[in-house]
């Protein structure tokens, strides 16, 4: 059955688009979109499709923009499933707006052989009602001395490569493998940090971080990070993307990579981009991130670099951590926090902030993450994947930690209040969350 969906607020990042309308989906694509007064009679009719065929959703006014192309989720399968499966991940992705989740390595084992790669896609395919899509380590064990063999990884499924946390300290190594990605035409995801003056790291480096008694860095481990890779794509000629740019000082060696024509792109996360460094007052770990949370600053400089472009992609960063693991002194608290259910209404601060559009938040968060990856969704276009999110905007609600589907709960939004909540979940046309 066709499904059409009305009186929509149709958000388009692909033309910058925000206006009403309606969307046609035939067998599990969008078949046809509509704008500005279009009648829903005259379009089936104009495609010879009968009413009696078509189940239709009217929206109520409320946005229906493509569902969220999410680079970076972490599932801690295989090694700690008792903190996030791919079950509970694909629930939470669902109940997010999330349609596609790209799952790092970071594992127990580290997801860098093809059998540990095809157990990670099996438990995806049997669990996940969203789509799932795997990336591999750079080098064995994440270890930084030996490249994986990236193109047998290719063939197995894996669409990107990343050590994640564990920067190559071996400039060597690093440029044998970025080589060697570029010979199989592979997407390499890096963390631009210095990891020496990053190591053990709790705050960025600053009056707060010296009144709180915090261990510390500068925000020039960042731009230095990114300095030395930035060098070895000229080298290269390798397909890049930075994870995480959190701070104002990258952002020009970053501006020169893109004008110097280098395969570069470069994401962030909704922390950095909704939080600042004073959010840890009170030592409190659920606002322990890596990196960590920057100056006001650095986060105005970032959300402006997303607003013009220079930042493509606004991500997760999904990081699941058990109460254990939180619950100690701020230096010996694991890092992350959970983002997946929260990661648009967190995103929506900087919409309803007027700091940035719905189509502008929408082009970070599916359609450049999906051009990156090669992908088909990410946009309201005829013949589309109809990977749908219908949300409203406006509807205010105050967080509880506690009725998030991730099995692990470390929110730094818990209990605030956030305004825009997701309506309904469609993959491939399919509806995979409904809220009750």
């Known amino acids: ?22 969307v046609l989906v ?24 009968s009413q009696d065929g078509v189940a239709q959703v009217d929206c109520g006014g409320k946005c229906l923009a493509p569902g969220i192309v999410d680079i970076g989720v972490k599932v801690c399968e295989p090694g700690e499933r008792h903190k996030e499966s791919y079950k509970s991940a694909g629930l939470a992705a669902a109940a997010g707006g999330v349609t596609t989740i790209v799952t790092r390595p970071d594992t127990t084992p580290a997801i860098d052989s093809p059998e540990t790669l ?5 438990r995806a395919q ?18 930084g001395r030996e490249m994986t063999e990236i193109g047998f990884l290719m063939d197995a499924g894996a669409v990107a490569f990343s050590d ?8 060597k190594v690093f440029q044998r493998a970025l080589t060697y990605a570029r010979s199989c035409g ?8 210095e990891p020496g003056l990053s190591k053990g790291a709790a705050a960025t480096s600053g ?5 709180y008694g915090l261990p510390s860095v500068s925000p020039t481990a960042e731009r230095m990070g990114l300095d030395r890779d930035i060098a070895l794509l000229e080298m290269t000629g390798a397909k890049y993307h930075a994870d995480q740019i959190t701070t104002a000082r990258a952002l020009p060696a970053l501006e020169r990579a893109k004008n110097n024509g280098l395969d570069i792109t470069a994401g962030t996360s909704v922390h950095h981009l909704t939080l600042n460094e004073l959010d840890v007052a009170g030592y409190r770990s659920f606002f322990k991130v890596k990196p960590p949370l920057r100056s006001e600053d650095d986060r105005l400089a970032v959300v402006e670099a997303v607003r013009s472009g220079l930042i493509d992609i606004i991500s997760s960063m999904h990081t699941p951590q058990d109460e254990e693991s939180k619950r100690l002194p701020f230096e010996e608290a694991a890092a992350g926090a959970v983002a997946l259910e929260t990661l648009l209404p967190a995103a929506l601060r900087l919409y309803h902030a007027e700091l940035l559009d719905l189509p502008t938040l929408f082009r970070a968060m599916s359609l450049n993450p999906a051009k990156r990856l090669g992908l088909e969704s990410g946009r309201l276009a005829e013949g589309a994947p109809a990977d749908l999110v219908l949300f409203d905007p406006e509807v205010p609600f105050v967080l509880d ?10 929110t730094p939004y818990d209990g605030q209040r956030m305004q825009g909540r997701v309506e309904a979940t469609y993959v491939a046309g399919e509806p995979v969350y409904r809220r009750d």
């Not at 059955?1 to 309606?22: H, K, Q």
């Not at 994640?164 to 400039?171: A, F, K, L, P």
């Not at 009056?207 to 009144?211: M, N």
């Open 401 to 410: 930690r506690f009725k998030l589907r991730s099995k692990s709960q470390n």
């Open 126 to 143: 049997a669990d996940t009602p969203v789509n799932v899509l795997p990336m591999a380590a750079l080098t064995k064990g994440r270890e």
């Open 207 to 211: 009056k707060f971080a010296a009144l």
């Open 118 to 122: 095809e157990f990670a896609t099996r």
């Open 1 to 22: 059955m066709s499904t059409l969906f009305t009186n929509a607020r149709l958000i388009d990042p692909e033309y910058g688009s925000d206006a009403t309308g309606m």
């Open 164 to 171: 994640c946390d564990h920067v190559v300290q071996n400039t």
């Open 26 to 49: 035939q067998n599990g694509r969008i078949a046809a979109v509509e704008k500005n007064g279009a009648d829903a009679g005259s379009l089936l009719s104009a495609r010879n499709i």
């Open 186 to 193: 592979a997407l390499v995801i890096a963390h631009p940090q």
